[in-house]
């Protein structure tokens, strides 16, 4: 095989690659269709109901009076693995506040899949599994992660995507403040 050859098959071997990537990325992570329909901040939160890694369903409404962190993940992301740590650390400085965390994991990998790695790392905030993906599209969410902070009333306060370090003071504060 000539150098031009290899050089030939090379590229389409690169092409076929990046075809695969994009249809991974786009085609199994659509985004909304109608981006003007997508909630933002000053919006209800719309509800929804998903199950928690040990098969209970719950409701976004179930959870009215109390700040919602609300975070869209996969365990195959590594911001999203890289900013769990300090949401459990948020998680056990904001017990005894109105204040929940919800992971909803939008992984395509079975329930057992997601609870294996949230037991091994063991995280104690729950997690739902949204397995269809159709609460992270009628939220809106295109990248991961995604977290939208709810007030008490059930409305959105604030729309913020990529990882954080969720347990600084001065993050843990404002949601101090918000959950008075």
Known sequence: MSIKSKVITGAGILIFAIVIIFSVV????????????????????PDFALATMDGKTVRLSDYRGQIVFLNFWATWCPPCRNEMPAMEKLHKVMQGYDFVILAVSIDQATTYHVKS????????????????????????????????????????????????????DKIVDYFKELAK
């Open 117 to 168: 790695f949230v037991n091994k790392k063991r995280y104690s905030f729950p997690v739902l599994h949204d397995v269809t993906k159709e609460v992270a599209a009628n939220y809106g969410v295109s990248g991961i992660p995604t977290t939208l902070i709810v007030d008490k009333g059930g409305v959105i306060v604030s729309r913020l995507i990529g990882g954080r370090a969720w347990d600084s």
């Open 26 to 45: 786009f085609i199994d992570n659509p985004p909304p269709a109608n981006s003007a329909g997508v909630p933002d901040k000053g919006t209800v939160a």
